[in-house]
C-alpha cells in the first residue's frame, strides 16, 4: 500500500495552476512518481501479527538510508540504531522522529514496533529531487526534500512520520482498504496517531494542542498553517497555488468522487473531527482515553477491513463502553462526537 501524507489533489492544483513553471513540472514529476508507485504495489496484504506485551528491554531498531536525490530506494545506510548523529538534518531529525514514534506505541499502548513484535524501522530520506511527498510503501518511510517554495522538507513535522508509520500499524491490524470509506478511515486514523504522537512528545493536552496535521511543512509565503486541520477541517490552507483546503467536517459535505481512491484524503476530514469532538469533550492527555479507545478499536481484531463510517462509529461506541462503561463520560462523548459530524444520530 502507497500511502502519501500530501493528497493528489494539491500536487495536481499545483501542476495546473502554479505561475512557476519549475513548481508546475515539479508537481507533475512527483504525481508520476507517486503513481508509478501505486502501480507497482497497490496493496501490501499481510498476515495480522498478534501483538505481545512490550518487553521492557525492547527498543527501536531504526535504519537511515539516504537516496541521494535518485529515485531509487532504498539507498546507501546512513545511520543505525545507536550511531551518532550524522550532521545531516533530515538524517538526523527522521532519526529521531522514528523513536518519538516508537517510544509513544511502546510506553501509551505497549505495541513493539509497527507489527507489534519489534519490526525494523527503515527510512529512505533525500528521494528525488525536489519531491514534494513522504509515504509508507508497505515495507518503510520515503521522505522527499520538498521544493523550497511551497513545501519544505518532509522529515520536519514528526505528526508527519507519525501519519505514515501508522498506515504500517493499520496494515498489520484491521488492513482496512484503502478506497472509499474505509479508506478515509485508515487515512483517519494516520491523523489521529500523528496527532497523539505529537501531542505526546510535546506533553501537550487535547485543550493545548493545535491539531494540525503538518504545520511548518508549508514553505514562507504560502497561506496556510498545515496540510489538515481535525479541529476544523477545510481551514488548513487556502492559497492561490495549492488551492482551498476541500475537506468536509460534516457528512452533509461528504465529498462523492472516484478521484484519490474515492476521495480518501478528503473526506478523512468527517471522522478527524470526531476524534478530536471526542477528545475534547473527555479532556486531558487525548492519548489515555480517546485514543485507547480508537487504538483498541483498530487493533481488536473484530474490525472489518472494508468498515465504512457508520461501522467504525459505533465499534468506537462499543470499545469505549467495554472499556469505562455504558453511562462513562468517555462512551458519551464518542457517541456525541459520531453525532456531532452526522454519521449518527
Not at 515539479?26 to 504525481?31: N, P, Q, T, V
Not at 508509520?165 to 485508515?186: C, D, F, I, M, R
Request: proline share 4%; hydrophobic share 35%; charged share 20%.
Amino acid at each position: 500500500m502507497r500511502c502519501t501524507i500530501v493528497p493528489p489533489h494539491i500536487l495536481e492544483r499545483v501542476a495546473t495552476h502554479s505561475t512557476d513553471p519549475e513548481l508546475r513540472d515539479l508537481a507533475r514529476r512527483s504525481l508520476i512518481m507517486d503513481t508509478a508507485q501505486r502501480t507497482e504495489r497497490r496493496m501490501t496484504l499481510v498476515a495480522p501479527v498478534a501483538a505481545a506485551a512490550t518487553d521492557a528491554a525492547a527498543q527501536a531498531d531504526r535504519t537511515i538510508k539516504d537516496a541521494k536525490n535518485l529515485e531509487e530506494i532504498p539507498g546507501q545506510t546512513v545511520r543505525k540504531e545507536g550511531g551518532a548523529p550524522t550532521g545531516d538534518v533530515m538524517v538526523d531529525q527522521n532519526y529521531d522522529w522514528l523513536g518519538a514514534t516508537y517510544a509513544f506505541y511502546s510506553q501509551v499502548y505497549g505495541r513493539d514496533s509497527i507489527d507489534g513484535a519489534g519490526l525494523p524501522m527503515i527510512s529512505t530520506v533525500h528521494y528525488g529531487r525536489g519531491y514534494d511527498n513522504a509515504f509508507w510503501n508497505g515495507e518503510q518511510m520515503v521522505y522527499g526534500d520538498g521544493d523550497g517554495t511551497l513545501f519544505t522538507a518532509f522529515t520536519g513535522p514528526l505528526d508527519v512520520t507519525g501519519h505514515e508509520l501508522t498506515h504500517g500499524v493499520t496494515q498489520y491490524t484491521a488492513a482496512l482498504e484503502y478506497y472509499g470509506q474505509s479508506g478515509a478511515l485508515n487515512e483517519s486514523i494516520s491523523d489521529v496517531f500523528g496527532s497523539l504522537i505529537k501531542q505526546h512528545h510535546f506533553g501537550q493536552t487535547s485543550d493545548s494542542a493545535d491539531w494540525l496535521i503538518g504545520q511548518g511543512l508549508l514553505a514562507p509565503g504560502v497561506n496556510g498553517v498545515a496540510l489538515r486541520s481535525m479541529k476544523e477541517p477545510g481551514t488548513a490552507y487556502d492559497d492561490p497555488q495549492l488551492g482551498k483546503d476541500p475537506q468536509p467536517g460534516h457528512m452533509d459535505h461528504f465529498v462523492h468522487t472516484y478521484r484519490d481512491n474515492g476521495g480518501v484524503h478528503i473526506n478523512s476530514g468527517i471522522p478527524n473531527r470526531a476524534f478530536y469532538l471526542a477528545a475534547a469533550q473527555i479532556g486531558g492527555n487525548a492519548w489515555e482515553k480517546a485514543g485507547k479507545v480508537w487504538y483498541d478499536t483498530l487493533t481488536g481484531g473484530s474490525l472489518a477491513s472494508s468498515a465504512d463510517f457508520a461501522a467504525f462509529a459505533a465499534a468506537t461506541v462499543a470499545t469505549a463502553t467495554q472499556l469505562y462503561g455504558a453511562s462513562g463520560t468517555e462512551a458519551g462523548a464518542v457517541k456525541d462526537a459520531w453525532a456531532g459530524v452526522g454519521v449518527t444520530t
